[in-house]
């Protein structure tokens, strides 16, 4: 089984949920929710132990690929919420997912 965990550092104003789990290759959406906050951009970080945080992805608006890990990141029209779906996540995806709004 994959553990991929996400945070949020604001969770009065940006809600993830705290974990999800899924089997090395069936694919998981990990979703951040800021319904008071439209972004002008959000990031999808994730870190594993003992590292730096690393940037999955970047997005304005709209449906966006990501190479790795494989998925697409999605954000909302009115730019209140993104998921990041990993498609076909491996065990060595497991780590931290954070989701972080700004320019």
């Known amino acids: 089984f994959l553990l991929s965990r996400s945070v949020a550092a604001d969770t009065d104003r940006v809600q993830q949920r705290p974990?999800?789990?899924?089997?090395?290759?069936?694919?998981?959406?990990?979703?951040?929710?800021?319904?008071?906050?439209?972004?002008?951009?959000?990031?999808?970080?994730?870190?594993?132990?003992?590292?730096?945080?690393?940037?999955?992805?970047?997005?304005?608006?709209?449906?966006?690929?990501?190479?790795?890990?494989?998925?697409?990141?999605?954000?909302?029209?009115d730019r209140k919420s993104s998921a990041l779906y990993l498609s076909r996540p491996r065990r060595r995806d497991a780590a931290v997912y954070y989701c972080a709004l700004g320019d």
């Open 19 to 77: 974990w999800a789990e899924t089997t090395e290759g069936i694919g998981v959406n990990l979703t951040c929710l800021h319904p008071q906050i439209t972004a002008s951009a959000t990031h999808w970080y994730r870190q594993f132990r003992d590292q730096p945080l690393q940037l999955v992805a970047m997005a304005v608006q709209g449906t966006k690929p990501v190479l790795e890990p494989s998925g697409n990141l999605s954000v909302s029209a």
